[in-house]
């Protein structure tokens, strides 16, 4: 299925960008992609799941109409006896090594790459998310001079003791999760770190309501902090599709 629909993304004519992925960490990482099929039906030309050892780059085309897209790594993974979300430390998907098309989204916690290519005024939107937490620091890059979104600093040394997530096999936080997927407020449906039930509009759930906002916005400012971060200016950038921008999403930057 896979196939048939890159087929025939390219075969309508949709003009291909160039993504590069690069892992400048100094250990092994995991890359996912997924795309929400429920938004749009174009999907890159290459794997939902890879390893990438240290210092290694792969390059693959992405349809320019790709929607609601997503890449994210996962560290200290292991396939061979558990292929599913459990796999690794953080971020893992369903499906194992290959993030199912349908429901592989990641585990939380995990610093998400987002894009929406040739949107609304024939712009790309991108950004790094940090509304599913925090597990690698990351930046997107393009080659066309648009902005550059971030988090380039490792927040898992200092990840806040009520955020504290997963831990490798030395006792090293790997994982620091968001507010929200902490459930400090005991209600994930009507939540003022959720932006959820009563709190589900920019009015109602403004940065000061969520707590540790200050935390990841003030060490990560290109980043998405929260989910209606975009009032800060710092956390959605666009750029012109029409300059069919290729772009690189760096691992430890």
Known sequence: MKLFLTTVAFACGAAARTFTVTNKCSFTVWPAMFTDLNVGTSVPDHATGWEAPAGTSVTFTVPNDWKAGRIWGRRNCDFSTNPGPNSCLDGGCNGGLECDPHTGT????????????????????????????????????????????????????????????????????????????????????????????????????????????????????????????????????????????DYTLTFCP
């Open 106 to 245: 990641g585990v939380p916690p995990a610093t998400v790459a987002e894009w929406t290519l040739s949107a609304d005024q024939n712009q790309d939107f991108y950004d790094v998310s940090l509304v599913d937490g925090f597990n690698l620091p990351m930046r997107i890059t393009n080659n066309k001079g648009c902005g550059t979104a971030d988090c380039p600093a490792d927040l898992n040394p200092s990840c806040p003791g009520a955020l504290k997530g997963p831990t490798d096999p030395s006792g090293a936080v790997v994982g620091c999760r968001s507010a929200c997927e902490a459930n400090l407020d005991g209600n994930q449906s009507d939540s003022g770190n959720c932006c959820s039930g009563s709190h589900n509009t920019a009015a109602t759930c403004p940065p000061s309501g969520v707590q540790f906002y200050d935390f990841f916005k003030g060490n990560c400012p290109n980043a998405y902090a929260y989910a209606f971060d975009e009032s800060s200016g710092t956390a959605l950038w666009t750029c012109d599709a029409g300059a069919q921008p």
